[in-house]
C-alpha cells in the first residue's frame, strides 16, 4: 500500500515556496476559488502558450499574476495589445465573481519565459500529451522526452501513463525512467506535472516527475 503525496506539496516551506502567496481571515475561502477560477480561465484562454504555472499576489484591492509561459511573445501580442485584452478579461472575471467588498480594482501581469522547456514538468506532461493525440506511439513519445530532458540538465525523469494505451482493450500503466527520482529527499528539488490527452479511446493520464539537484537551507543547489 503506498501513500501518494504531490512531491511539491510535500517541500513548500522547504525547498519550494506557494504559488498563491497571500493573507486573508474573511475572505479566505472566496479567495482560494478565485484563484482556481482564474487560473483555469489563464490556461483556457493561453493553452496555445505552453503555461507552465501561474503565481498570484494579493495585497489591498490589488492583484498580481506572474505569468510562467514557454512562448511569452503569443501573451503580449504586438505592442502589448494581448496582454491589455488579457488583463480586462481577468478583471472582467473578478468583478463578476467576487463580493463588492472584497472586490480588486487593479490587476498586474508579468510574463516569465520558461527557458528550458524540456526540464520542465508541466511543459513534457502537455508535450507527451499533444503528440498522443497526434496518434504518435506512447512508447516513443515518452522516450524522447526522457532522452531530451537529461540532455538538457536534468538529473533524472520519470514518466507515467496510464489508460488505453495504443487503443487496447484494458487501461494499463507503463512508465519510463532515466537518473535519479529521490522522492523521500525533501531538499531534492524535484518538478511535478500532471495531464490528460483526451483520445478517441478515452482519457490517458501523464504524470512527470524531473529531479534538477539537491538544494541547501539558502536555496543553493549542492555542487556535484
Not at 26 to 33: E, G
Not at 162 to 181: D, F, N
Amino acid at each position: 500500500m503506498g501513500q501518494k503525496v504531490n512531491p511539491i506539496g510535500l517541500r513548500i516551506g522547504i525547498v519550494k515556496t506557494w504559488e498563491s502567496r497571500w493573507y486573508a481571515e474573511k475572505n479566505y475561502s472566496k479567495f482560494i476559488v478565485e484563484d482556481y477560477k482564474l487560473r483555469e480561465f489563464v490556461k483556457k484562454k493561453l493553452s496555445h502558450a505552453g503555461i507552465s504555472k501561474i503565481e498570484i499576489e494579493r495585497s489591498d484591492k490589488r492583484i498580481r499574476l506572474v505569468i510562467y509561459a514557454a512562448k511569452p511573445g503569443i501573451i503580449i501580442g504586438k505592442k502589448g495589445a494581448e496582454i491589455d485584452l488579457l488583463k480586462r478579461d481577468i478583471e472582467k472575471l473578478l468583478l463578476r465573481k467576487t463580493l463588492e467588498k472584497t472586490a480588486t480594482n487593479e490587476v498586474s501581469i508579468d510574463i516569465q519565459e520558461v527557458k528550458k522547456i524540456e526540464i520542465d514538468a508541466k511543459l513534457v506532461a502537455e508535450n507527451v500529451g499533444n503528440q498522443l493525440l497526434r496518434r504518435v506511439a506512447f512508447r516513443r513519445a515518452m522516450k524522447k522526452c526522457v532522452v531530451s530532458a537529461i540532455k538538457s540538465g536534468a538529473k533524472g525523469i520519470k514518466i507515467i501513463c496510464s489508460g488505453r494505451l495504443g487503443g487496447a482493450e484494458m487501461a494499463r500503466t507503463e512508465w519510463y525512467k532515466e537518473g535519479r527520482i529521490p522522492l523521500h529527499t525533501l531538499r531534492a528539488d524535484i518538478d511535478y506535472g500532471v495531464t490528460e490527452a483526451k483520445t478517441t479511446y478515452g482519457m490517458i493520464g501523464i504524470k512527470v516527475f524531473i529531479f534538477k539537484g539537491e538544494k541547501l537551507a539558502d536555496n543553493k543547489r549542492l555542487s556535484e
